[in-house]
């Protein structure tokens, strides 16, 4: 089998239409698309709300009755693909053990530090064990895929060995012209309104930096956090609820600054948006924006809320430095392209269906993380950033 014309099936928790959907949906879309484009035949099977794509999409049930009912499912519809893309977003599909077909383990970040945070105890425990313990089991044999530094470290860090790590390089979409910069202090959050996004931080620190520099926050996005911070928002602030493409354009090319004061992020991809658009960023140093975060040349990384907001405020304030950042940004994020992610990861399932074929197969000389400057920018972002998190 050769590149362009496979059988490839990503099984993963959401479609691209899913009201909740964030960057992990985002990138297997332009993937899926991307393959596609190259004469592969892509199926997408997936929970909850989907739509028609240029790929096929199959339903495997809900939220969470997909679990016990995607197996069914592919092996009802599916079971002849030449590849299963399994998408880990916290809790795996374990595909080995359901079909006999070569593997590939999508990970976009590791949620072991999220499970407390998101549900109950016990809940929570039995995820961190499936996430940290059965999947690196099951996949104890198959390649491993991501898009950040951070993310190939914490694999590792659950016993994956590094040599079977892809890193690919995530992408960008190609920014409109620009609209114009606000003429008054605008800074912006965007993104789904959850907790470990931490939108209330921004809230706290507000009033300390907006007796600084004046000026509006405005938190675009809508998720179950909504209603609780926007009663804890002071003056100057802006909830603006889902914003569309258009809006979202025209706030991250207005903005001074983009806010990201998540606890974690598989990379970050807003911040890239913000980047193409040539505004900074400023987040804590935590894993996923050390990728997407350059220290001191795209954007700021913090340690405390104290830091955050004294970054905050002088940013604000030093227009000269500002300005220096965000054309440092737009220059590092016209280097992301999606054709170099769909590239790459076309390269891991060739590597993983020749795996399958020669028994003993070892990849010999090509390095875990993929070859390009684009495939190298997360380990440079990585390496500049502080250390400790928030």
């Not at 939108?199 to 179950?224: F, N, Q, Y």
């Not at 998540?262 to 987040?283: D, F, H, M, N």
Request: net charge neutral; hydrophobic share 45%.
């Amino acid at each position: 089998m050769v590149s362009g014309s496979r059988r490839i099936v990503f099984v993963a928790w959401r479609d691209l239409a899913n009201q909740n959907a964030g960057g992990s949906e985002l990138l297997v879309d332009r993937l899926a698309q991307g393959l596609g484009d190259r004469g592969d035949q892509v199926t997408l099977l997936c929970g909850g709300d989907t739509a028609d794509r240029d790929y096929q999409v199959r339903r495997s049930g809900g939220t969470y009755s997909q679990f016990l009912r995607a197996p069914l499912a592919f092996h009802r519809h599916l079971r002849d693909c030449d590849l299963v893309v399994e998408v880990c977003n916290g809790m795996p599909y374990l595909a080995p053990l359901w079909t006999a077909r070569p593997v590939v383990c999508l990970v976009n970040h590791v949620h072991t530090e999220l499970w407390s945070l998101r549900f109950p105890a016990p809940v929570a425990l039995a995820g961190r064990l499936a996430e940290s313990v059965l999947m690196p089991w099951a996949h104890r044999k198959n390649l491993f895929v991501t898009v950040s530094a951070s993310t190939f470290g914490a694999l590792t860090e659950l016993g994956v060995d590094a040599g079977r790590i892809r890193l690919i390089c995530n992408g960008v979409e190609p920014a409109p012209p620009p609209a114009p910069r606000s003429p008054e202090p605008l800074f912006l959050a965007l993104g789904r309104l959850a907790d470990y996004k931490r939108i209330d931080v921004l809230l706290r620190l507000w009033e300390r930096v907006r007796s600084v520099v004046g000026g509006k926050l405005v938190i675009a996005g809508d998720g179950p956090e909504r209603s609780r911070l926007a009663q804890l928002a002071g003056s100057d602030v802006v909830f603006t609820g889902r914003v569309s493409e258009g809006e979202k354009h025209r706030l991250l090319s207005s903005a001074w600054i983009l806010l990201h004061p998540a606890s974690i992020e598989g990379w970050g991809i807003v911040v890239a948006e913000a980047a193409a658009r040539g505004t900074p960023a400023i987040g804590f140093s935590v894993p996923g924006l050390r990728d997407s975060v350059v220290h001191n040349e795209t954007g700021l990384l913090v340690r405390t809320e104290g830091e955050f907001a004294s970054a905050w405020a002088t940013l604000a304030i030093d227009e000269r430095r500002r300005q220096a950042m965000g054309n440092a940004a737009r220059e590092r994020a016209l280097a992301l392209h999606w054709s170099v992610a769909v590239e790459g990861f076309s390269a891991v399932a060739d590597e993983a269906l020749a795996r399958a074929r020669v028994p003993g197969y070892a990849r010999l000389t090509a390095p875990a993380v993929s070859a390009g400057p684009a495939g190298q920018l997360a380990g440079d972002a990585a390496a500049a950033a502080p250390s400790e998190t928030a």
